[in-house]
Every structure is written in structure tokens, then in C-alpha cells.
Nanobody, 122 residues
Framework: QVQLVESGGGLVQAGGSLRLSCAAS????????AAWFRRAPGKEREFVAA????????TYAGSVKGRFTISRDRAKNTVYLQMNSLNADDTAVYLC???????????????WGQGTQVTVSS
């Protein structure tokens, strides 16, 4: 099993940027595909971005494509989400996830972190 801990959330003005981190322990993150999801108040959890085991394939939700970038540092067992041009619709708890199946990483990951709050003010 793997444990995931997110960090880097906070308050940012519209148009600003944040970088979220997801650190893994227990087992190497390199054995898993990774993804970011988010949950806004009153809304269901939605997929944001995913990256495969080797960090060479990425996919994004249409709402963040061109603004967010997912990456990973295999030596540090860490996955990142760089968020630029933030707006109020990006306000949510952001959750890191991991799984062994690329085909289901966007919908049913095996492991989840607790989340980190991102609040965008205008």
C-alpha cells in the first residue's frame, strides 16, 4: 500500500498561481499512476489531471487544460500540480490519488490522500 499526503494549498488571488505537492510513503510512488481530483462545496468530486508511472503521459480535464500542469519527480516520490491563471471556479479541496490501472485512474483510483484546500479570491 501507499500513503499520500498533499501540501501547498492556500489562498490566492484570481489570476495567480499555486503548486500542489503529493508525497508518497509506504511504497514507492513509481509503481503507480497518479492523479489529482478536486471537490468543491456542494459538488461531486471531479477529475483534474493524471500522469502515468514513468511521467511521459499526461491527461487533463478540459476545464484546466492549458492552465494546469501535472508532473512527477520519481527520485522524490512526489507528484506536483502547477496551477496558473486561477479563477474562483478552481476553489476546492484538491486530492491526490494513485492506482495501478491507467484506464481507470481518472475514475476509480485505488489510493487517496486527505486533500488540501485551495481558495481563489476575486
Amino acid at each position: 500500500q501507499v500513503q499520500l499526503v498533499e501540501s501547498g494549498g492556500g489562498l490566492v488571488q484570481a489570476g495567480g498561481s499555486l503548486r500542489l505537492s503529493c508525497a508518497a510513503s509506504g511504497r514507492t510512488f513509481n509503481s503507480y499512476h497518479a492523479a489529482w481530483f478536486r471537490r468543491a462545496p456542494g459538488k461531486e468530486r471531479e477529475f483534474v489531471a493524471a500522469i502515468n508511472l514513468n511521467g511521459i503521459i499526461t491527461t487533463y480535464a478540459g476545464s484546466v487544460k492549458g492552465r494546469f500542469t501535472i508532473s512527477r519527480d520519481r527520485a522524490k516520490n512526489t507528484v506536483y500540480l502547477q496551477m496558473n491563471s486561477l479563477n474562483a471556479d478552481d476553489t476546492a479541496v484538491y486530492l491526490c490519488a494513485a492506482g495501478t490501472s491507467w484506464g481507470t485512474i481518472t475514475s476509480a483510483p485505488h489510493y487517496w490522500g486527505q486533500g488540501t484546500q485551495v481558495t481563489v479570491s476575486s
